[in-house]
């Protein structure tokens, strides 16, 4: 069965920085998008970033542009988001999620959740000002 386990979350200032990773067991990395989403309470989830590690492009929502960073490490099968310049609105829960199909979408599909259809569960990240 798929695992994918996020880590990294916490609580931090506003200002601050966060680095969340996704490791993924009995799912390789390769070739597919893999993608950050976040849900804060009484909130619709939300597409942070996106990374298609074939090729690393990548894809950020409006939120995040110039402030988080998304990569990934082939050798550790691991996708990274590096968190900058926390603010307040940042909180909520950051899923990874990943999808082997996405390279036959248009790219500027890569943040819609219903596209993933393999999900983590979760890490909190708590921003306070």
């Known amino acids: 069965q798929v695992q994918l386990v996020e880590s990294g979350g916490g609580s931090v200032q506003a200002g601050g920085s966060l680095r969340l990773a996704c490791a993924a067991s009995?799912?390789?990395?390769?070739?597919?998008?893999v993608a950050w989403f976040r849900q804060a309470p009484g909130n619709a989830r939300e597409g942070v970033a996106t990374?298609?590690?074939?090729?690393?492009?990548?894809l950020y929502g409006d939120s995040v542009k110039g402030r988080f960073t998304i990569s990934h490490d082939n050798a550790q099968n691991t996708v990274y988001l590096q968190m900058n310049n926390l603010k307040r609105e940042d909180t909520g829960m950051y899923y990874c999620?990943?999808?082997?199909?996405?390279?036959?979408?248009?790219?500027?599909?890569?943040?819609?959740?219903?596209?993933?259809?393999?999900w983590g569960q979760g890490t909190q990240v708590t921003v306070s000002s």
């Open positions: 999620a990943a999808d082997r199909l996405c390279i036959r979408r248009d790219s500027d599909t890569w943040l819609r959740s219903e596209n993933y259809n393999s």
């Open positions: 009995r799912y390789d990395f390769f070739n597919v998008c």
């Open positions: 990374i298609y590690t074939g090729s690393s492009g990548t």
